[in-house]
């Protein structure tokens, strides 16, 4: 009997994994942008005043527009499973959207909705990356994005943007990362975290290059409507004749436009192909999105869009203000970015330099420092591939960025710079 239970016994560990953890998640990192964030909350939570930088959201609420159609779905009992690809209410106003705003015509069949945008990016790389090929990202880049490529077995390639030419990629930039392994090129315009508003000339160029050789685009349009100044958003997509579509991906969603961060709604609109595929995936992994949030959403799309305006000129006003604040701290660089609601601010000056007796070696020791010392947080270049810039963002009040900008310029004033 002995003889039979340690047969078993070891059996059972013959068929023990090596280890409880997968394989394709062992490359993933915590986030540095949360882990500022965790810290900079615990410190409030003790009585700190950490003036944050660091939202990735808008500070408005969702209009009550909006907010009225979600609670009339609720009131309508629209609150069941619906198609794992959205309602279809939903799609056809993203379609009038797109038609409407981009000039893209596309059928219902070509959109599909997800769980926020960034699960659109998420499975529309799935649908098309397999473990070899190579995914082309701009640098600076959205944190997720590698981690994402990384998760489907691709590999990512990162093609880097100059501040010289205000963080915009250009073909020449893009050139020298093409291999035979080249699959998909990630474009996002407006761009988290430089604020880059890409310019119709180099759209085109890149657009024209990567069709032509069948290289498939994702264009992360999610800030679209967060553009300031003479600064123009162009769909990737309106750039190529209806024969080159078949190779570009456009995601959007409500998140940052009409200030939905959390009701999770995102879109993408391609080839029937890579949709349908799209469309598998979300069956099998995460079924419709909400359907409240659904129907609040065709609201968002096909209603008054005054608010937006009200919003995008408020941020404009902070952006601004920031970018003066800004750059009345020695040694730095800070331009005025275009889009989105960030600023990307050039600290390389500061590596290597001795503050109140602490030594800066990066710009996560940076920010870190910054917490500390001045009660400011934000989120360092590491966590965007481009070490020795901090993002900052004006999604908060103007007397925080006042406030802030100020504390960090009396902090900084103490550094040795060699």
């Given at each position: ?327 009345k701290i020695p040694n730095i660089t800070c331009m005025a970015p275009e889009g989105a609601f960030y600023v990307l601010v050039n600290f390389k000056k500061y590596l290597g330099a001795t503050i109140g007796g602490t030594k800066i070696n990066t710009t996560i ?54």
């Amino acid at each position: 009997m002995a003889d039979l239970k340690d047969s078993v016994d070891n059996s059972v560990k013959d068929l023990q994994p090596k280890s409880r953890l997968s394989v394709s998640t062992a490359m993933l990192k915590k986030s540095i942008t949360l882990e500022i964030a965790a810290k900079a909350k615990a410190m409030n939570e003790r009585g700190g005043n950490v003036i944050s930088f660091s939202a990735g959201e808008p500070d408005f609420d969702t209009p009550k527009a909006i907010r009225e159609a979600g609670k009339k779905a609720i009131d309508l009992g629209r609150t069941k499973y619906t198609e794992a690809t959205g309602i279809m209410e939903l799609k056809t106003a993203i379609r009038q959207k797109f038609l409407r705003e981009n000039n893209l015509h596309y059928d219902e069949s070509n959109i599909i909705v997800t769980c926020g945008a960034k699960f659109a990016l998420y499975s529309a790389l799935r649908a098309i990356v397999s473990p070899g090929d190579e995914v082309i990202i701009p640098a600076p880049y959205w944190v997720s994005y590698p981690s994402m490529v990384q998760l489907c077995g691709g590999t990512p390639i990162f093609a880097y943007a100059k501040e010289e030419n205000c963080f915009r990629l250009t073909l020449d930039d893009l050139k020298p990362h093409i291999t035979e392994k080249t699959k998909v090129v990630l474009i996002n315009t407006p761009n988290n975290p430089s604020g880059a508003v890409y310019r119709l000339s180099d759209m085109q160029e890149i657009a024209e290059y990567l069709t032509k050789k069948g290289i498939i685009i994702i264009s992360d349009e999610i800030y679209e409507k967060l553009v300031y100044g003479n600064a123009q958003h162009i769909s990737m997509a309106s750039l190529v004749g209806d024969k080159y579509k078949r190779n570009i991906i456009v995601v959007n969603g409500v998140s940052k436009a009409y200030s939905m961060t959390g009701w999770r709604i995102g879109y993408a609109a391609g080839p029937r192909d890579i949709i349908a595929r799209m469309g598998f995936f979300v069956g099998h992994t995460t079924s419709n999105p909400n359907t409240v949030a659904m129907y609040a959403s065709v609201e968002a799309l096909n209603g008054n869009q005054s608010e937006i305006e009200m919003m995008v000129n408020r941020f404009n006003r902070r952006r601004m203000f920031m970018v003066e604040e800004m750059n009345k701290i020695p040694n730095i660089t800070c331009m005025a970015p275009e889009g989105a609601f960030y600023v990307l601010v050039n600290f390389k000056k500061y590596l290597g330099a001795t503050i109140g007796g602490t030594k800066i070696n990066t710009t996560i020791e940076l920010v870190n420092f910054l917490i500390d010392e001045a009660g400011v947080a934000a989120v360092p270049g590491e966590s965007f591939g481009v070490p020795g810039y901090i993002r900052f963002s004006y999604a908060t009040s103007m007397d925080n960025i006042a406030d802030g900008v100020e504390k960090m310029n009396r902090v900084l004033s103490d550094a040795e710079i060699s």
